[in-house]
């Protein structure tokens, strides 16, 4: 198992730094720049001239790509061009926004993924079973703006019972934690739509071929009831998928989504990434891309991990 890890990390560290290479190269290469974000409509030759030496962006683009692996050598990521603040400093402030988000979002999407995939898998062929299969494929072909879009129709711009966008109401004397739950519902709806549709196809799928194996079968026959092997047997085995597909997912419960966050204007590390894009801030876009990569990572390390907590034999595979 130690083995894996290491041999894990050695090989996704390369692929990190191809990814943050390219996306360095990729944003300093787009026209425009920082300086005329900066500036606007003031933005003269000279006063670009100017802002880009004090930003450090006048020297060959080959040294300030040396000069960034260096600062986070040191545990720098840097300063924002716009903010003017430190983007680790930054990553922190909306980072607890999108924890919170997602990490309600995962796991309500995967105790619902769990329940529906277990009724598909038991019920395969019938109309239950046939149902959730049509939903799945129904709300899995919506893409994410659509759903979020039409959640703040119905809810907010037609029946007025939840706020479209923002974290906090800004009319409000003491916000508390009802209002900012109130304005979670409906990014929380959307990205719990978008995942359950795909995880529970997942765990459906999961859960009928293990009940197609020998092993039920031999249990059967020897008296053990159906209720014990499902929930014994079956569900441990038919989460293997499930799990990898979450491990994928770990980088959102960090990162967030660009769409889902821009849609509701919602304060986290995708909204940031969104706006950072746009004014070509490029120290956060890298260092989220960063963040990204390592999560993913990551996230692949602690599916593996506990895959081979549910099934030893895949700490051979």
């Not at 692929?15 to 300086?35: E, Q």
């Not at 796991?107 to 959730?132: D, E």
């Not at 706006?275 to 801030?281: C, T, V």
């Amino acid at each position: 198992m130690i083995r894996m890890v290491a041999t894990r990390i050695a090989s996704s560290s390369l692929s990190i730094v191809i990814l943050v290479t390219l996306v360095f190269f990729m944003a300093h290469l787009t026209p425009g720049g920082p300086a005329y974000s900066i500036l606007g409509q003031k933005a003269t030759a000279a006063s670009v001239q100017e802002v880009n030496e004090r930003l450090g962006l006048n020297v060959p683009l080959w040294q300030q790509y040396f000069i960034w692996w260096w600062h986070l050598f040191q545990g720098k990521l840097g300063y924002s061009y716009l903010l003017s603040r430190p983007v680790g400093q930054l990553l922190w402030t909306y980072e607890v926004n999108t924890m919170v988000f997602y990490t309600v979002s995962i796991v309500l999407s995967t105790v619902l993924s769990i329940l529906l995939g277990l009724i598909q898998g038991v019920y395969f062929g019938r109309w239950p079973a046939k149902l959730i299969g049509g939903l799945q494929l129904g709300f899995y072909a919506l893409p994410a703006f659509f759903v979020a879009a039409m959640l703040v129709l119905w809810f907010s711009v037609d029946l007025h019972i939840l706020p479209a966008s923002g974290i906090v109401n800004l009319r409000a004397v003491h916000p508390g934690i009802g209002t900012y739950a109130a304005h979670l519902v409906l990014p929380v709806i959307t990205v719990t739509i978008l995942t359950v549709s795909a995880l529970s196809r997942y765990f459906g799928e999961a859960v009928h071929e293990e009940l197609g194996k020998d092993y039920v079968r031999t249990a059967a026959a020897k008296g053990i009831t159906f209720r014990q092997i499902l929930f014994g047997h079956v569900i441990r085995n038919a989460l293997r998928p499930l799990v990898t597909i979450l491990g994928l997912s770990f980088p959102y419960i960090f990162t967030g989504g660009v769409i889902v966050e821009s849609v509701f204007n919602y304060p986290g590390l995708g909204w940031l990434m969104w706006r950072s894009s746009l004014s070509q801030d490029y120290p956060i876009v890298i260092a989220i891309v960063l963040l990204i990569g390592v999560l993913t990572v990551v996230g692949n390390l602690l599916a593996d991990l506990v895959n081979g907590m549910l099934d030893p034999r895949a700490r051979f595979e």
